[in-house]
């Protein structure tokens, strides 16, 4: 069922404008540029608490800097396993939302089990619908990404992205933070994200052409500020999962405060780079990162000026709205991670040590 791909991994990377499209369309409408109504008063949150695992972790990140920026929405996000064993001190008021493909991961529905118990509202965004998440929760929230074959998670990740991207807007409205012109702007936005993924995935040859390289790294930092941040975190995670090469992920304004000490002619970094306000910053830290030896590849829209520097290695991505650039820049991310592992002939659909659903702990 692969069809023309080699690996579901790069067949699932493909879906991703038909994911993205379907999972807008449950909480979108593109005809009126309205929200749907959505299913939690958000007018009554006081607070948002996520819980999730891996990359449903960094979906939930994402999610949180656009509860906070396009709905004024207070939002704390952590690690399952953390929350559930740490009596976290949690008020009424607060939404606890539990974000997994699967709906099964043991830590994540424990969190859930528990944020009810203290009597607390409660949503799960998850792709399985029929899951334990699913049930357990008050409020579901669907991804419609399908089935996700490939262990690593790609089309689950940006349809978690999508959705939550979508309830910000709808928080935004519900709160008054976002007016009638400004929820139509930002509708049209998220529609416009399965058109600008679709354009993404044509960067295919120009990554591939870069992995040759990459594959011979054992360390490779990633990059970016804002939404890019988690991103970065979720980048490096696919390149460690596939390919098994060491990587990490960072907020690029923490690298003097670490990890540019790492840099050398053989630690490459990438960089996600959208022309959005951060921009010049994120293109300084590149700076100093090419003054240092490092080999830099840049992934930023062909407007974006060349930041000086021998050394960086620059991959176009569509320009897009900031809102979307996460959805947007996941394609390159994911490309990126897939071509080095094939390049290091790596069983990419099921690495080694990994399953696809966590129900142990
Ligand atoms: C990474 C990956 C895992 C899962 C994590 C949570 O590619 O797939 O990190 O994201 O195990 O799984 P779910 O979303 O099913 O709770």
């Known amino acids: 069922e692969k069809g023309e ?5 790069e067949k699932e990377i493909h879906e991703q404008p038909d994911s993205v499209q379907h999972t807008l369309s449950e909480y979108l409408d593109l005809v009126s540029g309205k929200v749907k109504v959505p299913s939690v008063d958000f007018a009554a949150v006081e607070r948002i608490q996520i819980v999730a695992c891996g990359t449903a972790f960094y979906a939930s990140q994402i999610g949180k800097y656009a509860f906070e920026r396009y709905a004024g929405l207070p939002c704390d996000i952590e690690i399952a396993s953390e929350f559930r064993y740490r009596q976290p001190a949690v008020t009424q008021g607060t939404l606890a939302v539990a974000v997994s493909q699967s709906g099964e991961t ?3 529905l424990a969190s859930l089990t528990w944020c009810k118990a203290q009597g607390l509202k409660t949503a799960a965004v998850v792709n399985v619908h029929s899951s334990s998440m699913a049930r ?28 939550l991207l979508s309830l910000a807007v709808a928080a935004g409205v519900a709160r008054g933070k976002i007016d009638a012109a400004q929820e139509a702007e930002l509708v049209k936005a998220l529609f416009e994200a399965p058109r600008l993924i679709a354009e993404a995935l044509q960067m295919d040859a120009g990554i591939h052409a870069l992995t040759i390289d990459l594959a011979k790294a054992r360390d490779v930092l990633f990059l970016g500020r804002g939404p890019m941040f988690p991103l970065a975190m979720e980048g490096a995670l696919k390149l460690k999962e596939i390919s098994y090469i060491h990587a990490e992920g960072y ?14 002619e053989a630690t490459p970094t990438v960089a996600l780079a959208p022309l959005d306000d951060l921009f010049e910053k994120t293109a300084s830290n590149l700076q100093e990162v090419a ?10 829209p062909e407007k974006a000026p060349d930041p000086h520097g021998a050394g960086i290695r620059r991959v176009h991505a569509p320009d897009c709205p900031a809102l979307i650039s996460p959805l947007v820049y996941a394609v390159p991310m994911q490309l990126l991670a897939y071509y080095t592992a094939v390049q290091k002939g790596t069983d990419v659909d099921q690495p080694r040590n990994l399953a696809k659903s966590v129900t142990v702990e």
């Open 106 to 108: 043991a830590d994540t």
């Open 251 to 264: 907020a690029a304004g923490e690298l003097k405060h670490g990890p540019i000490a790492l840099i050398d």
């Open 5 to 9: 791909y080699r690996h579901f991994m």
């Open 291 to 300: 003054a240092r030896g490092g080999p830099v590849i840049m992934i930023a």
């Open 136 to 163: 357990e929760a008050e409020v579901l929230w669907p991804t419609h990404a399908g089935p996700e074959i490939g262990v690593a998670s790609t089309k689950a990740f940006t349809a978690q992205v999508a959705a």
